[in-house]
């Protein structure tokens, strides 16, 4: 498993993009003033943040009265991303398949499961490290084509959905 010290994250709002690390969270002074309310200081800059409503790596915030949809892709996201598995036609994704080689540690669905976008569907380990595949959509779990200990290949079915 990769370290906390490593990590990084992007932030999608809109058409704008922004990336932090551990070391920035580190810099920064968060405190909750009340349920869901954060006062933010970082770089001699202060923020009011109330979370309105989050689900998986979706959130919505309101900072100075705006309201901001935020999407949050860690670094296997990110690297999915590069790898060209983007998710923006994520309304129509009827399937998943492995993006990489790697030894299927755990599945975490069923058939029949109905899922919704940020829901871990399967654990892959793959260049040593552990990987959640997480869903992308509303669906329902039509078939699994993968069981704990089997190695799958690039582009392989893993999951289907309804």
């Known amino acids: 498993m990769m370290g906390t010290e490593n990590k990084s994250w992007k932030i999608h709002t809109g ?33 009011s943040i109330r ?8 959130i919505q915030v309101e900072a100075d009265g705006e309201r901001y949809d935020i999407l949050i892709k860690d670094e296997f996201q990110q690297m999915l991303e590069a790898l ?23 599945i975490a669905v069923k058939e029949g499961d109905s899922i919704k976008p940020g829901d871990k569907l399967i654990i892959l380990e793959a260049m040593k490290m552990e990987n959640s595949i997480l869903a992308t959509t509303d669906a329902r779990v039509k078939q699994i084509h993968v069981t704990p200990g089997m190695g799958v290949e690039k582009d392989q079915l893993l999951v289907e959905f309804e």
């Not at 968060?30 to 309310?37: K, M, N, S």
């Not at 060209?84 to 540690?105: C, D, S, Y």
Request: hydrophobic residues 40%; negative net charge.
């Open 15 to 47: 058409d704008f993009v922004f990336s932090f690390s551990e070391e920035d969270l580190k810099n920064a002074h968060v405190a909750e003033t009340g349920p869901g309310i954060y006062h933010v200081l970082k770089d001699n800059r202060s923020q």
């Open 51 to 58: 979370i309105l409503s989050a689900s998986g790596n979706h």
């Open 84 to 106: 060209g598995f983007n998710n923006t036609q994520a309304a129509r994704v009827k399937e998943i398949k492995a993006p990489m080689p790697g030894l299927v540690l755990q």
